[in-house]
């Protein structure tokens, strides 16, 4: 008896389960608070196409051959000859095409709604005039020639206030390469882009090109490097910090300031092949004094790995005129190193720079006894002794 109650419950639960409506992956994907958005671009011969998805949007645009819009990209102006114009967006369960190209009695549109041939009214219009917005602002069509026009018509602070209106960071790096190209900036508007691609680019690779490009060419005066200086500060990646930074260093002049600034960006990089990139390069291309020593060797006792921070010791250490601050600074973060190998090689280096100072020479004495190495022990005490 107990079994075939066992049973029937069973039986129940399993009419249960399978009476119940499924729910499709797409019926699902609307309840989530995702806020996941994919854009791709891809541009070929004669064809463009903007490719845009955003939780239940899904548009497409694909342009061939020359389409020019409306002045304020409500419609469409025109179209050569051999183009054409499509699009589909699918959004909310409904499912819009539009086409349009040029014939010999003029333009030819067609419209559909859900698959069914609808007249081009206002709605339509309308549905249009927001689309060729987003496929501009968002998906970059006709960027240069555009940014050519404004500037015509409104010089560097329209396209400023145009770049405000953008969406995407690859869009927004196309319209600031563009004003770079093309206008001329004085010192204040170039200033006025720093600050503004620093603010509106969040991607570390899009916000890196435009700060490498401008350091071509926009950082003249002090001013401008505090505030490019500033955006590299904002940027997460190492490897994109490093170059932006690098692409700095390559220009020389930095004040005092702005130097003790650059070498504490390069202590916010965590990866130790990347400081330690920067900071050889700051060693070998600026003069340290006794403050940027001080800081510089404070960026050098938090590298982990012992070859980097060996490299990066015998950077500063090849400099000459050091210090004998710098030297115990020098030899206690070399003290810190676990080969004794590169260990033993920069306390050979210190003994080198020191010039027979008693301190730095008890120093190093003291400091040889951490040596494990009967061999490599000999070594610093022979260099100490020279």
Request: proline letters at 2%.
């Amino acid at each position: 008896m107990t079994k075939l109650i066992k049973s029937v419950s069973l039986m129940f639960v399993i009419a249960l389960v399978c009476s119940q409506p499924r729910i499709s992956a797409s019926q699902t994907a609307g309840t989530k608070s995702s806020t996941h958005t994919e854009n791709s671009i891809r541009q070929e011969d004669h064809n463009w196409t903007w490719h845009h998805r955003d939780n239940e949007i899904d548009l497409k645009v694909t342009i061939r051959g020359k389409v020019e819009f409306a002045d304020d990209d409500s419609d469409i102006k025109s179209i050569s000859p051999d183009g054409s114009i499509r699009v589909s967006d699918d959004r909310g369960g409904v499912y819009r095409k539009f086409e349009a190209s040029m014939t010999p009695s003029g333009l030819k549109r067609s419209y559909s709604i859900n698959g069914q041939s609808t007249p081009f009214n206002d709605d339509a219009r309308g549905w249009l005039a927001k689309v060729l917005n987003d496929t501009v602002r968002q998906g970059g069509y006709d960027a240069r020639p555009r940014v050519q026009r404004i500037l015509k018509q409104s010089g560097p602070s329209g396209v400023l206030a145009e770049i405000a209106q953008l969406k995407g960071d690859y869009v927004k790096r196309i319209y600031f390469d563009e004003l770079l190209n093309q206008g001329n900036l004085d010192t204040g508007t170039a200033r006025e882009v720093l600050r503004q691609a620093s603010r509106v680019i969040h991607s570390d690779y899009e916000k890196a090109q435009l700060l490498i490009k401008m350091s071509d060419s926009y950082l003249g005066d002090e001013q401008a490097r505090t505030i490019y200086l500033e955006g590299v500060n904002t940027i997460h990646s190492d490897y994109e910090k490093g170059r932006v930074l690098a692409a700095l260093l390559k220009q020389g002049s930095l004040s005092g300031e702005n130097l003790l600034f650059t070498i504490r960006s390069a202590h916010n990089i965590s990866s130790d092949y990347e400081r330690a990139q920067l900071l050889i390069k700051i060693a070998g291309a600026f003069p340290l004094d006794e403050q940027a020593r001080a800081v510089y060797l404070e960026g050098v006792a938090t590298i982990k790995s012992d070859y980097e921070k060996g490299r990066v010791l015998s950077a500063i250490l090849k400099k000459g005129d050091l210090g004998r601050e710098t030297l115990l600074f020098a030899l206690k973060s070399a003290s810190t190193i676990s080969s004794d190998y590169e260990k033993a090689q920069l306390f050979i280096k210190v003994a080198a720079a020191s010039s027979g100072d008693e301190a730095v020479r008890t120093a190093l004495i003291d400091s040889a006894r951490g040596i494990r190495s009967e061999y490599e022990r000999g070594r610093v005490l022979s260099a100490v002794f020279k």
